[in-house]
C-alpha cells in the first residue's frame, strides 16, 4: 500500500513513521522541510508542525482536523509576533538573547540525552539488580499514623501535655493541626513505607508500639510534629514487572549522570 504523503498538508507521528520506514532519510528531511504555511513571505515548516502535533499527541490530546487547524493558527501568530518583535529589535535585548540561548542549550541537551540512551542497552540482569536494590530500600513494613503540625515547639509541647492529659489526638488534630492533608482527617495519614518518612521521622516512629504518640515533638523544615502510631502491617512489594518501568528510568538516569561526570571531569572549565 502506498500513501501520498508528500500532499498530505501536516504528518501525523504514525505517518511520519511509515515515511521512515519506506522512504530514504534524505526524502523525509525534503518533505519536512518543505512549507507547511507562509506568514509574509516567511514559512512555517512541516517539521514545525509535526513537532507542535506530537507534542499534543503525547499529552493524550485525539488527533483531529480540529487540532490541526489550531497548530496551524498557532504558528501562523507565532510568526507574526516573532516578525512584530523583531521589527522592534527586541531580539537585541540581551535578557531575550540570554533566553534564546538557554533555550537552545536545552533542547540540544534534551536531544542528546536520547541519543545517549537510545544507543544504551539495559540488560535484564541491570534491571533484576536494581529491582532488588530498591525493594530492599523500601523495607517490609508500612505504618497508618495520626499527625498534628504547628509552627512553634511551644505549641507542640502543649499538645503533648493535652494528649498526655487523655485528650483525643483526632480532636487536637481539627483544632490545631496546620496540614492540610490530614487535619480534616482527624490527623489520620494514609499508608506509608517506614522507609519513605523522613528520617528524623522514621527514628520517631520506629520507637511507638500500636497507640502510643511521640513524647517530644519531632522538628522538620515544615514545623513540629507529633505522631501517634495507629497500626502497622507487612508491605507486599510489587512485582519486577510492575516497576520495570521505573527501574529502567532510575538506570537510565544514572547512565545519564555518569555520562555527564565524565564531561566534566574532562571538560576546561573557569
Keep these: 500500500m502506498k500513501f ?51 507534542e499534543q499527541l503525547g499529552r493524550g490530546v485525539a488527533d483531529s482536523q480540529e487540532l490541526r487547524n489550531g497548530i496551524r493558527e498557532t504558528l501562523i501568530n507565532l510568526l507574526i509576533m516573532e516578525q512584530q518583535a523583531e521589527t522592534g529589535g527586541l531580539e537585541k535585548d540581551a535578557l531575550v538573547q540570554a533566553q534564546i540561548k538557554l533555550s537552545r ?11 545517549v ?48 492529659r487523655g485528650s483525643n489526638i483526632a480532636d487536637l488534630a481539627k483544632e490545631y493541626s496546620r496540614d492540610s492533608a490530614t487535619q480534616n482527617r482527624g490527623g489520620l495519614t494514609d499508608w506509608t513505607l517506614s522507609a519513605n518518612l523522613l528520617p528524623v521521622i522514621a527514628q520517631a516512629v520506629a520507637k511507638l508500639t500500636k497507640g502510643k504518640f511521640t513524647q517530644q515533638a519531632v522538628h522538620s523544615d515544615l514545623g513540629w510534629h507529633i505522631f501517634q502510631l495507629e497500626d502497622t502491617r507487612t508491605f507486599k512489594a510489587p512485582s519486577l514487572e510492575d516497576l520495570k518501568g521505573q527501574l529502567v528510568q532510575i538506570i537510565s538516569r544514572r547512565t545519564i549522570d555518569a555520562r555527564v561526570k565524565f564531561l566534566r571531569d574532562t571538560a576546561k572549565v573557569q
Design 4 to 54: 501520498n504523503y508528500i500532499n498530505r498538508s501536516i504528518l501525523s507521528i504514525s505517518l511520519l513513521v511509515s515515511v521512515a520506514a519506506m522512504a530514504a532519510t534524505d526524502d523525509v528531511q525534503a518533505i519536512m522541510a518543505k512549507p507547511f504555511v507562509t506568514v509574509n513571505g516567511v514559512p512555517q515548516s512541516n517539521s514545525e508542525a509535526e513537532f507542535l502535533l506530537r
Design 105 to 115: 542549550q536545552n533542547i540540544l541537551a534534551q536531544a542528546w540525552q536520547q541519543t
Design 117 to 164: 540512551l537510545k544507543n544504551a542497552t539495559i540488560t535484564d540482569a541491570e534491571i533484576q539488580s536494581e529491582y532488588k536494590t530498591q525493594i530492599a530500600r523500601l523495607g517490609d513494613k508500612e505504618v497508618l499514623l495520626r499527625h498534628l503540625l504547628v509552627n512553634e515547639e511551644s505549641t507542640a509541647k502543649l499538645l503533648i501535655e493535652k494528649l498526655e
